[in-house]
């Protein structure tokens, strides 16, 4: 088996008449950590929700840890639960506290044992640093715990991938830290990520390559140093200069 | 004292303002308490026009003088923060306590001081008032409808068990409270099915009491010896074992007469009716519709064309007869559908028809719920691998059901309140009863009495449902 864990091969997407995907082709090797950044509308979070199915692709192939994304539910359940999620919104479930948040997934979709699962969950709670926070509900906390939480949540699948899509862009500046630096600690531990951020920052400290992508084309990829050292196009030049 | 400014109350004269204006208030509800109350017209030297106005001038004048911000008495300023904040204010809290003061005589006397309860035929009732002799005599009708009155202690007794088995959840402790769902939504119904097939119908007995009563005391003494780890199935599948024993291997018919009880005589459904009935079909009614508007709600939208286009053809075709018509057809043409020999009782079919008429609500109003979730919930369901009923029970419907308590709460208020139209079917529930007995050539007359009796029972029911799901809402408010 390759160790490519993610690979996407001639993958068009519509939505309605508007193509939001032209012919994108990624592989995305283990342990690798990607950054994919862009003008917003360039379709970089419907590539990474394409990854795990939340939206369909029309054309071409995506094959996920040796799996190939198709029509059968089956399959798709099974690769969601080896690929966690991080959205802008957070996605808490209000109703449930943080730990039940954490725990509901395992509990039900893997059947482990709910003492376990509670265990499991306390461990990726205090990496994010709010296990104090276990038992109270989604609305009482910050917009930088409540993300935490849901990278908490995510990791409690023991996923082998992590998508992030725009992880920080709903949260104050002073919080967005305390989430990369969730985001750090986990690139550090080994994890495959791909990330659709605009933090740059975190990019240069973390990424492995960045991808930069364009009206739903993947215009340069690059190692990190080369991406920021030298862009190749144009259009990556105009967009550095302006955000860095 | 300073300068008095009576234009402009202020604080440097607290009291004097505070005397004068609690004065002038009172004189002016006394007088309309004098002339309410006993008919005296203390202001009647004064010409028509300014007698009938004086008590709101006066009152008027004196919430003019007591409207004084920040005076320091508290009980002062809740007054006028509440409802005595301006000239207009002042004037409509007057004519609000003027028009009770004036109708509660009228009220007391026709409830209370000129109504009659003792006797116990209609000749008692000479006075003006209400006569609640007649609620007295038809209590029974009210209550049971024409159910047999030596047997009326069988409805007792399963509304007396069925309220106590409701009561269950109350008292459960940590252990069992994770069964309660189960427990209300299959076991309950299902108790409540057999108490009132068995006992308020009398249906045929398939099951004898006095063998069941054996085998269950036998396998309960015995199950303290069994290991917690078989105790499931050994609950389940012993007492069966030895009722059968019991009934067919060790005991003949002729051997043994101990405690069997006799067949309870049948009483058809035609004959129930009163509060009783109202309670009966409501209860049904409840139960059925909501699962199947859930249902239909989730059909609704649902992916798939044959149970998306079968949902909504259901929710509109139920949403677009009038309950009248519906229950009459079920009544009427149902029958004749059915082959010959097949027969479903009145009653039965009256609870599946409102059940459905009102699932179709239900199933709208919970469709609301649905869609007022954002989709990232969706998402982040599925992102965590969970299949489409995992996510709906998980994650969509806790959400969703909480946030539509007061929807679901109307609904079944109005289903409650639409109880009396089966009338239409010849089921004479408390209404019904009421109509019969207005009707009575002996008590004619009555009817108010008969309508303010039902509204108040009603009211009672309804208050404590609505009281009940705003409890349901507190309950369930995890948000900030």
Known sequence: MSDKIIQITEMNKWFGDFQVLKNINLEVEKNKKIVVCGPSGSGKSTLIRCINRLEEHQQGSIIVD?????????????????????????????????????????????????KDAEELALQHLEKVQIADQANKYPGQLSGGQQQRCAIARALCMEPKIMLFDEPTSALDPEMIKEVLDAMVNLAKAGMTMIVVTHEMGFAKEVADEVIFMDEGMIVERAETKEFFANPKS?????????IL | MKNLNFLQPDNNNLST??????????????????????????ISFLPDTISFL???????????????????????????KNINTNNFNAFLSLLIVFVVIKSLPPLLSWFIIDANIAGDSKDV???????????????????????????????????????FLGCIGFFATEKFKKYLTLYYVIIYPVIAFFFIFFFISGGPIFFDFSYGIIAAVISIVLGFFIP????????????????????????????????????????ETGAWGGLSLTFIVSFFCLIFCFPIGLFLSLGRRSDLPIIK???IGMIEFWRGVPLITVLFMSSVMFPMFLPEDMFIDKLVRVIIAISLFEAAYVAEVIRGGLQALPRGQYDAAKSLGMGYWKMHI???????????????????????????????????????????????PEWLGFAMEGYVFASVLFFIICYAMSKYSYNLEQKYKTER
Not at chain 2, 17 to 42: E, P, R
Not at chain 2, 406 to 421: E, M, Q, R, S, Y
Request: proline share 4%; charged share 15%; hydrophobic share 50%.
């Open chain 2, 228 to 267: 917690s780890k078989f105790k499931m199935y050994y609950f389940i599948i012993v007492p069966i074992t030895f009722y059968i024993l019991l009934k067919y291997v060790f005991f003949y018919e002729e051997l043994i007469e101990l405690g069997k009880l006799e067949a309870l005589e049948w009483v």
């Open chain 2, 17 to 42: 303002y505070l005397y004068t204006g609690a004065t002038l208030v009172s004189l002016s509800i006394f007088i309309v308490f004098l002339n309410s109350f006993f008919s005296k017209d203390v």
């Open chain 2, 125 to 163: 009732c000479t006075g003006s008032g209400a006569c609640w002799t007649y609620i007295k005599i038809w209590f029974n009708r009210f209550m049971y409808g024409m159910y047999p009155n030596p047997e009326q202690w069988r409805i007792n007794l399963s509304f007396i068990a069925l309220a």
């Open chain 2, 54 to 80: 004086l008590p709101l001038i006066l009152g008027f004048i004196g919430l003019h003088l007591i409207r004084i911000d920040y005076s320091g008495l508290k009980f002062l300023d809740t007054i006028n």
């Open chain 2, 394 to 440: 998980l994650v969509i419907l806790p959400q969703a059901l909480k946030l539509v308590i007061p929807g679901i709460a109307n609904t079944f208020l109005a289903l409650v309140k639409d109880t009396p139209l089966i009338f239409v079917v010849g089921l004479l529930e408390i209404v019904g009863m009421l109509n019969l007995a207005k009707t009575n």
């Open chain 1, 234 to 242: 144009d259009r990556t030049k105009l967009f550095l200069s302006q």
């Open chain 1, 66 to 114: 040796g799996n190939e994304l198709t029509e059968d539910t089956k399959d798709i359940e099974k690769i969601r639960a080896e690929v966690g999620m991080v959205f802008q919104q957070f996605n808490l479930f209000p109703h449930l506290s943080i730990l039940d948040n954490c725990t509901l997934a395992p509990i039900w979709v893997k059947k482990m044992p709910k």
């Open chain 2, 309 to 311: 286009y079968i949902s």
